[in-house]
Structures are given as C-alpha cells and as structure tokens.
C-alpha cells in the first residue's frame, strides 16, 4: 500500500472531475487540532471507512494527512498535493517540513498490514492543523518562586512572584499526537479538549523555567525583555511531556507583566542597600552625609546647640562613630587613627584641619565658639606676654591691670605663650612650643 503524487492542479474541481472517490479537508481553523477525513464523492455503497484502490487523497498547505488501517497508522503525508492510494505498491511516507523526526516516529509506532492485495475493514484519513496555535492565555493563580541573583553584590535570595501572559504551539508530530493524544475520533478534536492540561503543565514549568534565566542574571522584572531566554527554558523543562509524548512544541511565549510581593520587593531594596555599605567610597559618602545630618540636627536642638554637640558625641564614643576601622579605607583620604574622644588629629571627623578654627583641650578642631566634641567654650585669643590680673580677671600686657591696677604678680617661673596660655613649665601646655 502506498502514495503516488498525482499531477493535478486545482484539487477540488480536478478530483471530482477525474476521479470517482476522494478525501478532502477544508482549511482548519485554528480551534480545530484535527479532523477525520470523508468521502467526498463515492462510486459504490461501501462503508465510509474503506478506502477504495484508486481513491484520491488531496492535503492543503499547514496540514498533515495520516491513513489509519485497523487503528495503526500505514501512511503519511506532510506536503501539501494529491495523492493516489495505490494498495498494490509499496508504501510511500512525506514527512515535508517535519522532518526526519516523523520518519523516525512512524519506525517505531507505525505497522503495516496486507490483506491478500485487498484492504482492512477499517481505513480513515485524518487531517492535522500543523500551524502555530496561537492566543492560548495563561496566568499564575497563585505565586511561583522566582530566584533572584546578583552577582555583584552577593545577592542570592528566593522570592514569590506572579505573571501573566499569551505563549503559542505546534504539532511537530501528528503521529505522537494521534497516537497519544487525539486517537479514533468520529468527527474534530480541537484545542479546548486539552487547553486546561497544557496551561496547567505550563504554569508547573515556569518555575524550573525561572531557575533557568535567573542563573544567567536575569533580574524577575527584566524577563518581558528575555522571552526568547524563557521559550527554551520552558522547552527544556517541557519536551519530555509535550514533545516526546504528545508531538506537541511551544513556539513563542509573551509575558504582559511579572510581579513580586511588596514584601519581597522592599526586602531587595534592603539588601541592595545594604550590600552598597561594602564599597570604601560608597560608605564614606554615606557617613559622611551621615554626620552632616547629625551636626544640623544638633545644631537646632531645642535644648541648645551645645547639648546637642553633646548628645551626638556620647553616641559617638558608644559606638556609633563615624570613624570606624576601615571605613575610609581606599578612599583618597585615608583612615586615620583617634584619639581618646574618637577625633582624629587634627580635628573634626574627617582629619581635616579646618582654616580660622580653633583646637579644644580634647583635640578636636573647631569653628564655632564651643568644642563640638566636649562642649567647652573657645578660649580667648591672648596676645605674647599678657597676663590675668588675679583681682578682677581681666587680660593685661603691661606691669600694672588695665582695669583695676593691680601690680602684675612676681611669678618669675610663670610665662605666656604666642598661643595665649599661660605656662610655668618649658613648654607650652596648649601647642607644644618651647619658652622663648
């Protein structure tokens, strides 16, 4: 039993013409998967199952045709034309655009039987809609795991999400599906009979299909940009069930939207500003700010600003200094080591000394008129050589005060430093510099 192309040119009007019994399939919609062949013209009163020595069997462009004898099928036709069926040749199989993958199939499922040069008591055609079936919808019901990777900061975390989208398929192998799937109907088998088990099976495979594109850096939001990347994680994840069992391929996936929970989205944003803290620059832009926001704070403390200075300080030597260990490190200026109130030499919190300020007794560099690390008052400024008269306290340069009069006191251990302060030792109790 086989097929022989025949030469006709205009199918419909040629085969009723010319021949006395045909098979014919209209255009297959898109809802239609596939459909038994019928007579369309007869010569005798036999049974609508047999097909007669002669017989034309015509296939249009998108469709496969199989002849089925006693439930097993014995021919195919994937290219589109007439054809003869011939039950005294030898059988003739076109796979067309399938491929050698149906040659493959037909080997192992395929079986062929001779009834003495005649034929089965029960022979069919049926015709299969090998286009793209497209518009099948598809949603998460409830949350899909989704894992999130970023390398750069070490991120590796699962999160829920949920997604919406339209993907499309194709019967790569009517015999599988036939075989497996659609099997001896009277009349059509369309896509609503298995719409619910691919949509199903689908949304089972979106989560292996995730792990997929998520280890290659795709971030969940990104994945409407990669459905390229997410239609071969499903086919991975897919071609047992679908592919190998049923002959059925997906062909393109669209993805109208993919969303986390607000629980996991503010959870990332944590992290990633968390995981920022690890760059030197990064953190010291944020201390920095930081303390900017501390000392503005202080500043318009309702209790006064010393207080404030005060407050923001004593956290300070808690624990939650600015110039931490390391904190400054790779920046261009490098950490420097503190003193006993947590400043670093030469004042402030950065290490810098500041132009027109003034150095507390505790090391801190200062601006304003109180040390922003102890609170104690700016000292006076004191000119070389004066002295603090002991009666009224006033600052005097000659013998006598200016104020009251008082003689200046025969101490002739005691000496004023350029600084102001007043010394009896060799040096300068304030700056370090010798007596003159």
Known sequence: MGLIRTGISAIKSSLSDQYLEYFYCEALSADVLMTKGVHQKKKSKDSNNIISNGSVIAVNEGQCMIIVQQGEIIEFSAEPGAFKFDSGTEPSLFCGSLGQGLMDTFATIGRRFSFGGGTGNDQRVYFFNTKEIMGNKFGTPTPVPFRVVDMNIGLDIDISVRCNGEYSYRIVDPLLFYKNVAGNVSGDFTRRQIDSQLKSELITALQPSFAQISAQGIRYSAVPGHTTELRNALRDALIEDWEKRRGIRIEQIGINSIAASPEDEERIKTLQATAVMRDPNMRAANASMATADAMRTAAGNSAGAMTGFMGMNMAGGAGGGFNQPGMYDGVGQPYQAQNAYGVAPGGGFGGQRTAGGWTC?????????????????????????????????????????????????????????????????KFCMNCGKPRA
């Open 361 to 425: 007794e505790c090391g801190a560099q200062n601006t304003g008129k109180f040390c922003q690390n102890c609170g104690k008052p700016k000292p006076e400024s004191k000119p070389a050589g004066s002295w603090t008269c002991p009666k009224c306290g006033a600052t005097s340069t000659g013998k006598f005060c200016a104020e009251c009069g008082t003689p200046k006191p025969a101490n002739s251990g005691a000496w004023t430093c350029e600084c102001g302060t007043e010394n009896t030792g």
